[in-house]
């Protein structure tokens, strides 16, 4: 029933900037987290940009100041903000939502591709 769907993702030069955006369909009860993953060529996965259910927000060290995570509600939609885009930044990007007390998220998207060229 719950699907995340990603979009905004493309190709750029290093400096460029895109949007991405994560729209929830479907009903997700109460208030919950959401958090933008990533996963490089070659690379493990990992966490880029979180926002809590109580709406506090956390990045990973390599995109704090460039990157900004938010959400609006009313549109079921969770945004990631990406300027300053450098070659390394190239990824699949995920969204997920909905963490458990184990840290699992319950619900991901298919992703989509950001590249970045030098």
């Known amino acids: 029933q719950v699907q995340l769907v990603e979009s905004g993702g493309g190709s750029v030069q290093a400096g460029g900037a895109l949007r991405l955006s994560c729209v929830v369909s479907?009903?997700?009860?109460?208030?919950?987290?959401m958090e933008w993953f990533r996963r490089g060529a070659g690379r493990e996965r990992e966490g880029v940009a979180d926002?809590?259910?109580?709406?506090?927000?956390t990045y990973t060290d390599s995109v704090k100041g460039r990157f900004t995570i938010s959400r609006d509600n009313a549109k079921k939609t969770l945004y990631l903000q990406m300027n300053s885009l450098k070659p390394e930044d190239t990824a699949m990007y995920y969204c997920?939502?909905?963490?458990?007390?184990?840290?699992?998220?319950?619900?991901w998207g298919q992703g989509t591709q950001v590249t970045v060229s030098s």
């Open positions: 926002i809590g259910s109580d709406d506090r927000t």
């Open positions: 479907g009903y997700i009860y109460g208030r919950y987290s």
């Open positions: 997920a939502a909905v963490r458990n007390a184990a840290g699992e998220y319950q619900y």
